[in-house]
């Protein structure tokens, strides 16, 4: 499974990118790979900031990044 970046075109012709599965992660961008930059930057520091501070990650997101063999 992989975590879907959802992409939306402004009327200005900003990009807006969100993933879903984790609450927060919503950037906007000039285009649409800066978008998507951004918002892949952003979700790994939502991650990464989680871990540090214990907090649980969502389900789907856990099973992507980790499996305990």
Do not use: H
């Not at 992409?7 to 906007?28: P, S």
């Not at 998507?36 to 997101?61: C, F, H, T, Y």
Request: with cysteine; glycine share 6%.
């Amino acid at each position: 499974m992989n975590l879907a970046i959802e992409l939306e075109q402004e009327t200005d012709g900003c990009w807006i990118a969100e993933i879903d599965a984790l609450n927060g992660v919503l950037v906007y961008g000039e285009t649409r790979e800066e978008a998507i930059k951004k918002v892949k930057i952003l979700a790994l520091q939502v991650i990464a900031d989680r871990l540090e501070n214990g907090e649980s990650l969502p389900s789907q997101v856990e099973s992507l990044i980790f499996q305990a063999v």
